[in-house]
């Protein structure tokens, strides 16, 4: 195996097998807590926050090996996209669901204010939702007090925007498995989202904090609008 065969094995196969294995065990962890409910019967809510813990890390092991596979297959260069007409206002509040039972800080607030206009776009349903997903865990791990996911209709575009009043960054994205500099995560999360956009024509862009000395930033995901789907 030559040094690009052995890095393409790394990045595609080899982040498979990583995905398989984490998925294996985390699912044998939630069937056995899902038991241990059962077997608690009206002894559970006792420990039901510490049962929702533990729920809610095997969760978030699961959605990590979620995003090497989908890693995976971006590099791989063998995602079949399926595209559907959708309102990407119903793709926000599935996002949002997922997200609750992955991430819940304390004093962390989540305000969603979603148009009143419909956002329809021709999309891969799972691939942007996972991608939203993304933009939200990262503004609720970055906030300090609030983080706001919004959809707007602009031009022939529909967009989703993501907001949080953490330490901001800028773009550019970095490339896929370059270091970041931060210690937490894995850092794929805006490749993979950027990805998504640039396979459906739309587009990720960053806004950097306002002013010299401020906080936060946004993140937009957006799309084509299909004017003849309204």
């Given at each position: ?31 056995a ?16 926050n ?24 971006l ?6 996209w ?9 793709i926000?509040r ?19 204010a ?9 999309v ?11 933009l ?65 024509g ?29």
């Open positions: 195996m030559g040094e690009g065969d052995a890095e393409r094995y790394l990045k595609t196969e080899f982040l498979e097998r990583i995905a398989h294995e984490l998925r294996g065990p985390a699912g044998v962890t939630l069937g807590l899902d038991e241990l409910d059962l077997a608690l019967g009206s002894e559970s809510a006792r420990v039901a510490l049962l929702a813990m533990a729920r809610r890390s095997v969760q978030r092991v699961l959605r990590t090996a979620e995003r090497l596979q989908r890693v995976a297959q590099e791989a260069g063998d995602v079949e399926q595209r559907e007409r959708r309102d990407l206002r119903d926000v599935a996002a949002l669901v997922t997200v609750e039972g992955l991430e819940a800080r304390k004093g962390i607030a989540v305000v969603v979603l148009s009143d206009t419909a956002c329809m776009a021709e891969d349903v799972p691939w942007v939702t996972s991608a939203v997903t993304e939200v865990l990262n503004a609720i791990r970055n906030a300090k007090t609030t983080a706001e996911v919004n959809t707007a209709l602009r031009d022939n575009e529909v967009r989703v925007s993501v907001t949080d009043d953490g330490g901001g960054f800028s773009g550019p994205v970095n490339k896929r498995f370059a270091p970041s500099g931060r210690r937490q995560g894995l850092g794929v999360s805006l490749s993979l989202v950027n990805d998504v956009a640039r396979a459906h739309g587009q990720l862009i960053i806004d950097p904090p306002e002013g010299e000395g401020k906080k936060g930033g946004s993140v937009h995901l957006s799309f084509p609008f299909l004017a003849h789907a309204m």
